[in-house]
């Protein structure tokens, strides 16, 4: 039986797994990296403490979204969002058109 006239639910060849697996892994590092590469430019534009409590989270839809570990932080940042987005212009982030931010728990210490 050819291959694309298989049912939907049979099983699939351990090859045909691996290789999806490592398709949908490569974005996700890829898209990881991203987020990586746009927090370190933002972060130099915030000052140390924002930067300490506040990072790039996600992208999407031109919304740049923060996750802050900080109440303070993170009201702080919803403050400054105007002249925050007006730095990422001046420094060619043009296609960030809104920003949110959201909380973040911070991590325990163990």
Known sequence: MPED???R??????????AEW??????ILQRARAIER???????????????HC?????RDGKL???????ACATRLRMEAPE?????????LTDIEAIEVKMMPASGAG
């Open 5 to 7: 006239s298989r049912p």
């Open 9 to 18: 639910n049979s099983p699939k060849r351990v090859d045909q797994v691996l």
């Open 22 to 27: 490592q398709h949908n892994f490569g974005r």
């Open 38 to 52: 746009l927090n370190r430019r933002v972060s130099k534009l915030l000052d140390a403490e924002l930067a300490r």
């Open 55 to 59: 990072l790039v989270a996600n992208l």
């Open 65 to 71: 979204i923060f996750a802050c570990t900080s109440p």
């Open 84 to 92: 925050l987005m007006a730095q990422m212009h001046a420094v060619g």
